[in-house]
């Protein structure tokens, strides 16, 4: 078949030949834009790689290691990205305008995830919470569940998961629960005036005395704290290991009361006097006269 018949094709092999120098540098570019690509794409795989074992070798959270790598390789990306569309001839210059523009406008549009982000990166670093220890944050208290980049994760006593912005936490009181090993227990007790106060803190430290789980090494307080409008206060205070604080705190208000109760120590309760005064009303013939003289 004569090839001549078709007339498409006679053009272009008309064009290939008189424009073959073009052809071959452009083939020659766009096979160095393919090895500039492939080159940029094996340093950004084996600098981040490189650079994730050194962050991990220091100790850093994963949360952060991987952040930080997965951007490192794709900055290298672009970088090889754009050196590949210039080598082909591409105008650079307004890429990396739009680029920046771009980047500019994401982080106008995110200044709250950026400041979550940043807080996310304090709290791995610094960390005042770890994941399993009980925290008091802002207005919330639980179990820490987990501490991602740009929120964290708490689960409260009853069972509820709250998620909240690594924002709000760093801007706020953290408190810890959990971090020491041990723990005071403080409680207020309150008994009649008429009771005599040595007998008050003889029975108090004998219940203190009885509680094994109770560090007595450390010593305890048994002290008159408060004269109440209707009770004098005493505050008992005792150190015992964080994991059994709320046991011997309820334990120690039960078997306080009990005490009290079998030494006729009184615990009052708020209470409302109200007296009853009878005003003298006049007799009746005591008003007669004042009305006669009135008429």
């Known amino acids: 078949m004569d090839i001549i018949a078709f007339p498409g094709i006679r053009h272009l092999l008309h064009w290939i030949v008189n424009n073959q120098a073009a052809i071959i540098q452009g083939a020659f570019n766009l096979i160095g834009a393919l090895i500039i690509f492939s080159v940029g794409v094996f340093i950004s795989r084996v600098t981040s790689g490189g650079f994730k074992k050194l962050l991990l070798k220091r100790n850093v959270d994963k949360t952060i290691t991987q952040f930080c790598t997965t951007l490192l390789r794709y900055a290298l990306l672009a970088f090889a990205l754009i050196a590949a569309l210039g080598r082909i001839g591409v105008e650079t210059s307004s890429i990396i305008a739009i680029i920046g523009a771009a980047g500019l406008a994401i982080g106008l549009a995110l200044q709250g995830s950026l400041a979550n982000f ?20 802002g ?31 760093i801007a706020g009181e953290i408190i810890n629960y959990s971090r020491q090993s041990q723990r005071r227990v403080d409680i207020t007790v309150g008994v009649s005036y008429r009771s005599a106060i040595a007998e008050v803190k003889q029975v108090l430290d004998a219940v203190v005395k009885s509680d094994p789980r109770i560090i007595h090494s450390k010593g305890h307080t048994i002290r008159l704290n ?18 059994a604080y709320w046991d011997v705190y309820f334990d120690l208000m039960e078997n306080i009361k009990n005490a009290l109760d079998e030494h006729g120590i009184d615990m009052p309760f708020p209470q409302m006097d109200v007296h009853m005064h009878h005003a003298a009303v006049p007799r009746p013939e005591a008003v007669q006269p004042d009305i006669a003289r009135a008429g």
Do not use: Q
């Not at 940043?118 to 944050?137: D, K, Q």
């Not at 208290?141 to 924002?167: C, Q, W, Y």
């Open 118 to 137: 940043a807080a996310g990166v304090l709290l791995v670093t610094l960390r005042p919470v770890r994941a399993g220890e009980y925290a008091s944050v």
């Open 139 to 169: 207005s919330v208290a639980g179990v820490i569940e987990e501490v991602h980049i740009f929120s964290t994760t708490l689960r409260t006593t009853d069972n509820k998961m709250v998620i909240i912005p690594n924002g709000k936490i």
């Open 226 to 243: 408060e004269f109440a409008p209707s009770s004098l206060n005493f505050v008992v205070r005792v150190w015992t290991e964080n994991a």
